[in-house]
T-cell receptor, first 118, second 115 residues
Framework: AQKITQTQPGMFVQEKEAVTLDCTYD???????LFWYKQPSSGEMIFLIY??????QNATEGRYSLNFQKARKSANLVISASQLGDSAMYFC???????????????FGKGTHLIIQP | ETGVTQTPRHLVMGMTNKKSLKCEQH?????MYWYKQSAKKPLELMFV???????ENNSVPSRFSPECPNSSHLFLHLHTLQPEDSALYLC??????????????FGPGTRLTVL
């Protein structure tokens, strides 16, 4: 079973509109972290935002916010006032309970290809 | 150089060749990672190194051999690869953390094609 599910393979959005990218996750751990990364066509993964499972407030970073609904196991990324430069692949990822040593790999979803249209 | 660098950026090799991918991080981190990104598949974690010690091998075939001589450098030695190994190989680094916050900084990747 997939641990991270992103149900939107692709999205077209008009410039300056807000966009929501969906992410649901599956874990039995109580302690976990959720991440969103952006991957432009150049290939590099760029960290956008983080939400911890015990964080009571939804995370925000500039134009990015995370709509965290713990009971539904949902961590949607919201981009306000989209720009042409936002066109890229977006990946949701999860780090499950700290396994010791402090270095744990992330589990990624398949991603959403977002295209911003002028 | 800043951040995480990877060389080469592109590599084409035959199935009988031996080649190596190099990753270097300039962030003072102590953990490094190799990920594989194949077309239409999620990123797959391959290896994790923490303070030069391998802490995770995600059932990777032995034709991929990692090496971490120090916390700043990570190599992936390749030999006898198959065409299905063609992918983007991404290196990442992070500062070890006892909590769940583990922001990983990625390099630009090596686009590998196996003929």
């Amino acid at each position: 079973a997939q641990k991270i599910t992103q149900t939107q393979p692709g999205m077209f959005v008009q410039e300056k509109e807000a966009v929501t990218l969906d992410c649901t996750y599956d874990t039995s751990d109580q302690s976990y972290g959720l991440f969103w990364y952006k991957q432009p066509s150049s290939g590099e993964m760029i960290f956008l935002i983080y939400q911890g499972s015990y964080d009571e407030q939804n995370a925000t970073e500039g134009r990015y916010s995370l709509n965290f609904q713990k009971a539904r196991k949902s961590a949607n990324l919201v981009i306000s006032a989209s720009q042409l430069g936002d066109s890229a692949m977006y990946f949701c990822a999860m780090r499950e309970a700290y396994s010791g040593g402090g270095a744990d790999g992330l589990t990624f979803g398949k991603g959403t290809h977002l295209i911003i249209q002028p | 150089e800043t951040g995480v660098t990877q060389t080469p950026r592109h590599l084409v090799m035959g199935m009988t060749n031996k080649k190596s991918l190099k990753c270097e991080q300039h962030l003072g981190h102590n953990a490094m990672y190799w990920y594989k990104q194949s077309a239409k598949k999620p990123l797959e974690l391959m290896f994790v190194y923490n303070f030069k010690e391998q802490t995770e091998n995600n059932s990777v075939p032995s034709r991929f051999s990692p090496e971490c001589p120090n916390s700043s450098h990570l190599f992936l030695h390749l030999h006898t690869l198959q065409p299905e190994d063609s992918a983007l190989y991404l290196c990442a680094s992070s500062q070890t953390s006892s909590g769940n916050y583990n922001e990983q900084f990625f390099g630009p990747g090596t686009r590998l094609t196996v003929l």
